[in-house]
């Protein structure tokens, strides 16, 4: 599985390609994910792509809003993350 970066502003952003594998494994299409530590969203990125809906949650604020930007969804979202 090749490593690639992400810029945004997060400690510990895993890849798009490991959350993909899980969410395929786990999920049918249609299907809900929730991560709990959702942090700047990757999961979240993988779920749309793979069409399941996504439910995020994650302690910190600022990481909601990197997660929104890098989705392109508002952010008013009641401080979480969802679709
Ligand atoms: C390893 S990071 C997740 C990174 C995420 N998978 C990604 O690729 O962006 C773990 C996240 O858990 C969040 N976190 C830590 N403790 C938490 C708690 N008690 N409740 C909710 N989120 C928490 C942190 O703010 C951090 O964003």
Redesign the pocket.
């Given at each position: 599985m090749p490593v690639r970066s992400f810029r945004g502003a997060?400690f510990?952003?895993?890849p798009v390609e490991v959350a993909s594998r899980c969410i395929a494994a786990g999920c049918r299409p249609g299907g809900l994910v929730l991560d709990?530590?959702?942090?700047?969203?990757?999961?979240a990125v993988a779920a749309r792509r793979l069409s399941r809906r996504f439910i995020g949650?994650?302690?910190?604020a600022d990481?909601h809003r990197l997660a929104l930007e890098r989705l392109g969804l508002p952010g008013d979202r009641g401080g979480g993350v969802s679709w």
């Open positions: 997060h510990a952003v895993q709990m530590f959702s942090g700047a969203g990757t999961t949650v994650d302690l910190r990481y």
